[in-house]
């Protein structure tokens, strides 16, 4: 698998399921989990195609562009510093050249809550298909914005 990854952050794989059977390897939904880097306690599932075969084995195949994403706090929400009000936090290559999964935050300042945002882009077209989440946090913990 090609993968690059905002802010050196890597996914833990979850776990898998086959979708389709080939002597090559089999296409399969995948469910991975990324740690927000900058908040301490929140977690991000998601979950998303890995093509299989002699390409998908070989990181030249494209993976379709649907992901879903599940955010939750799985600790004390901590964070290391001042949050930008958006950033992309996650991001893996879905190709060898063309495709990009993105993991977005977003600060809802008016409703103290962490935003998640999940889509795919391409060099030259991104794709409108996309998923959201959100992480309340405690009142008693205010997020810091830049």
Request: hydrophobic letters at 40%; glycine letters at 8%; charged letters at 20%.
């Amino acid at each position: 698998m090609v993968a690059c990854f905002a802010a050196a952050v890597h996914a833990e794989e979850i776990g898998s399921v086959s979708t389709n059977f080939r002597m090559t390897g089999s296409d399969k939904v995948v469910i991975e989990a990324y740690d927000d880097p900058q908040v301490d306690g929140v977690t991000c599932y998601v979950s998303r195609a890995r093509t299989g075969g002699i390409k998908g084995s070989l990181g030249m195949a494209e993976d379709p562009p649907e992901a879903s994403i599940a955010c939750r706090q799985v600790g004390t929400i901590a964070f290391k510093g001042p949050l930008k009000a958006q950033e992309d936090v996650f991001s893996e290559r879905m190709s060898i050249l063309f495709k990009t999964l993105h993991v977005v935050r977003a600060v809802d300042r008016k409703r103290n809550t962490l935003v998640y945002l999940t889509y795919s882009d391409r060099i030259v077209s991104g794709s409108p298909q996309n998923a959201v989440t959100a992480v309340p946090v405690p009142a008693g913990t205010p997020i810091p914005v830049k």
